[in-house]
């Protein structure tokens, strides 16, 4: 089982900023790391995701506001949230890929965003 340690997260006004970092086992090399959301009553979304090729691709909600970064040689990438917005409140999930196939997720933390 591959585990995923994050942290950051948690609650700051409209047109605040938050952090959120994730890290992976540094012995798995990974084909992406990046980040999802879930909100109430929704669907897990995608937020977006960091390739090791330098690419990264974002949800149109959140270009812009959102930057995506991440260390290849530690398996570590970083949300960085600026401008949130109350529609922003949900989990935050870290995701995994390895080059073997598999994907993993972190245990999620919350973000919410008070107008």
């Known amino acids: 089982q591959v585990r995923l340690t994050g942290s950051g997260g948690g609650l700051v006004q409209a047109g605040g900023s938050l952090r959120l970092s994730c890290a992976a086992p540094?012995?798995?090399?990974?084909?992406?790391m990046g980040w999802y959301r879930q909100a109430p009553g929704k669907q897990r979304e995608l937020v977006g995701m960091?390739?090791?090729?330098?690419?990264?691709e974002y949800d149109a909600s959140v270009k812009g506001r959102f930057t995506i970064s991440s260390y290849n040689a530690n398996n570590t990438v970083f949300l960085q949230m600026n401008s949130l917005r109350p529609e922003d409140t949900a989990v935050y999930f870290c995701?995994?890929?390895?080059?073997?196939?598999?994907?993993?997720w972190g245990q999620g933390t919350q973000v919410t965003v008070s107008s």
């Open positions: 995701k995994f890929r390895a080059v073997f196939g598999g994907e993993y």
């Open positions: 540094t012995n798995i090399p990974s084909t992406g």
């Open positions: 960091n390739y090791p090729s330098g690419t990264t």
